[in-house]
């Protein structure tokens, strides 16, 4: 029985290639140990699982069936690691119903907060290409 758990595959609900690709954004990383790229895939699933729940907690105390924004953001500033790091991500709370739509604001980089030099802002992973003019 004991032999059977322990040969047993863990595979993570993240799909490995995306993370690899993540991974592989940092200039200095040129090859991902498929060992290393286990653990990151796991970590990462853990901590959005972890997020996911404390923001559902945080929607239900407020008697909602949705998480938006606002739940996730309370959920960070309970959580002194997570806010260390992934407040100052997180898009800015919407001012008023006047301003921009969500999805514009989502997609501004930071203004107040430059890059690291080497380094690029997530949100060039996913966007959409620029193509050069020639």
Known sequence: MAEEDATSTIRPDLPTGRV??????????????SEALLLVTCSAQLFLESLAERSAQVA??????????DQMRIAVKRHRPTSDFL?????????????EPAYKLRSRPVAGKPV???????????????????
Do not use: H, W, Y
Not at 60 to 69: F, G, H, I, M, Q
Not at 116 to 134: H, L, N
């Open 20 to 33: 690899k690709k993540i991974m592989k954004l940092d200039r200095d990383i040129n090859k991902v140990n």
């Open 60 to 69: 239900a105390e407020k008697k909602r069936k949705t998480v938006k924004l």
């Open 87 to 99: 407040l100052d991500s997180l898009p800015a709370p919407a001012q008023s119903a006047n301003d």
């Open 116 to 134: 690291p030099a080497g380094t690029r802002r997530i949100d060039d992973f996913f966007g959409k290409p620029v193509s050069e003019v020639s």
